[in-house]
């Protein structure tokens, strides 16, 4: 038999053990599976159908390239700012580490609108961007700025403790064996700071697929070119198409699903490495 | 190779770590930096390693081989370092760690792929820690993590070694093995080589020589004899080994300890002056029945038999606390009870005057 129960001060093993099953239950495991029974409304012909619609693989297409482009944006530059808030002590840091969880606490039509008045023909930034060349708004650029915005916070917060724990004396310890500072900082730094880039990365992307609220105002939504699956599966529902619409939204989950155990496979694979496993 | 530490100063804030310190290190020889904490032992090591800097107005050099290397950065001094903590890379296996400093080479200075395996597995072998290579460092135990860390610090082939409190992490039995090992290892490769310790008893064992630190400056430099024996300050005689002290007056030629008086003829002046005293517990003794002014009245507090010799604690009639060491026959031959009064006598004294501290009046037996 599986021994749960492991001797502990605290009493109250059952209790709280009961209380999360039941709790995950009701919140996460329920309304999932409720998906898949929905889904199973259609017959498996149409089913295909549904989720092989060349419209809807174009929405896949756009929805997870963009969602990757933006969690690679974030990572570079998240990992930046994470740096600098970690390492460095400067006039305004905390202001600045409070706008860092702006994305966060934002509703995202705010955010959504907000992106979208900047980057248009006449916003701010659109004015300078258009006449470049560069089209933002109701292009995958724009849906790539909203997802990396909607991100960032992901990407910042779990890189910043892993960097507080980073071991200065191992980064002396390269110094003083001779190598220069580019090659501590791909050597030593990345490597080390690996499991927790990869969490943010796979944090930030997994925000980004399922991001609706700020996406819809700034891509402009037009079919094959600039519709994200989750606008699909809104607008499937619009049309009261539910078993389609959940259809859709199975393959987003399992696709969600596979990557997520991905990255996890690896950064366990990483850190469990390094801590003594084989 | 030689170093030479000249007039170094080194603030944090207004905390002085060093203050104006200069040192020479001989080639080849094994040198320890001993201080209690917070006496500038590591700041001077990491001055030498140039992982420190000294003070932006500080006239001060560090010269190897009498090349001025104080701008240098660390990694180009040519020295290796090892971490009280390891600092071993943690996602690098033994053998990449080892490997570090060499494929991080410029291109042309780098050896092949084969040349790099011999290396690495010659220095692993030179720590006795060859089948280890494929091992992480969490792996391993911490008295298996330093000697790989020496390993790595040896790859460089540096010029001079330097240590951080290496065993200062270590159980006390696996510190007393490296500390032997570290010794042959150290007569064996002959690398000039700096060790930081507050572990008197390391210091003692292991240096060539001991250079007592306290409060950003050097109080003595000397063999691990010299030091124990002829302590230069009261600093040294207190920190190394046990030392019972007593404050007193002397004058006249004569010193007084409370009802105690010792002829003191090394200082004949009439002008009476306090001083301090101090006398090792092996160098004293315990008699029942006084025989003269020389001895101490005091209680027996305690009693500690464990041991090669026999540890006894007593108390005079003031307060003072006194540790005496017996040999094991003597302190059987005495069998004292708890509380009794005894009287104790002292084979050798050192006095030290306190506004001249720095010169001690020679050896004294009372």
Known sequence: ???????????????????????????????????????????????????????????????????????????????????TLVRYRFPGKRLIDAVVDLPFAMPTAVSGIALTAIYSKNGWMGQYLEPLGIKVA???????????????????????????????????????????????????????????????????????????????????NMPMRTEISSLLIVSKLDQHDTAGATAIACVLLVASFVVLGTVNAVQWYISHRSRGGN | MNIDVRSITRSFGAFRALNDVSLNIREGELVALLGPSGSGKTTLLRIIAGLETIDAGCEGSIAFDGHDVTDRPAGKRGVGFVFQHYALFRHMTVFENVAFPLRVRKKKHRPVEAEIQRRVQELLDLVQLGGLAKRFPAQLSGGQRQRIALARALAVEPRVLLLDEPFGALDAQVRQELRSWLRRLHDEIHVTSVLVTHDQEEALEVADRIVVMNKGRIEQV?????????????????????????????????????????????????????????????????????????????????????????????????????????????????????????????????????????????????
């Open chain 1, 1 to 83: 038999m599986l021994a749960f129960r492991k001797y502990s001060v605290l009493p109250g093993f059952r209790i709280t053990f009961g209380f999360t099953v039941t709790y995950l239950s009701l919140m996460v495991l329920i309304p999932l599976s409720a998906l898949f029974v929905k889904a199973s409304g259609l017959t498996w012909t149409q089913f295909l159908e549904t989720v092989t619609n060349a419209r809807v693989m174009a929405s896949y297409r756009l929805t997870f390239a963009t969602a990757l482009l933006a969690a690679c944006v974030n990572a570079v530059f998240g990992f930046i700012v994470a740096w």
């Open chain 1, 138 to 220: 109701f292009a995958p650029l724009g849906i790539i700025i909203a997802m990396a915005f909607v991100g960032l916070p992901f990407i910042v917060r779990t890189l910043e403790p892993a960097i507080q724990d980073l071991d200065k004396e191992a980064e002396e310890a390269a110094a003083i064996l001779g190598a220069n500072r580019l090659q501590t900082f791909l050597r030593i730094i990345i490597p080390s700071l690996m499991p927790a880039l990869l969490t943010g990365f796979a944090q930030s992307f997994a925000r980004a697929i399922g991001e609706y609220g700020s996406v819809v105002f700034i891509s402009g």
């Open chain 2, 222 to 366: 000397g063999s691990p004899e010299e030091v124990f024996h002829h302590p230069a300050t009261e600093f040294v005689m207190e920190f190394l080994g046990q030392v019972n002290v007593f404050h007193g007056r002397i004058g006249d030629g004569v010193a007084r300890l409370g009802e105690m008086t010792i002829d003191y003829p090394s200082y004949p002046h009439a002008e009476e002056r306090a001083a301090t005293f101090y006398m090792r517990p092996h160098e004293l003794d315990i008699l029942r029945t006084a025989n003269g002014p020389g001895q101490l009245a005091a209680q027996v507090v305690r009693m500690n038999p464990a041991g090669s010799s026999a540890k006894v604690t007593l108390q005079t009639r003031e307060g003072t606390p006194i540790i005496v060491e017996l040999p094991l026959d003597r302190y059987r031959e005495l069998s004292l009870q708890r509380n009794e009064y005894v009287f104790v006598q002292s084979r050798a004294a050192r006095v030290f005057l306190p506004d001249a501290s720095s010169e001690a009046l020679p050896d004294y037996a009372i």
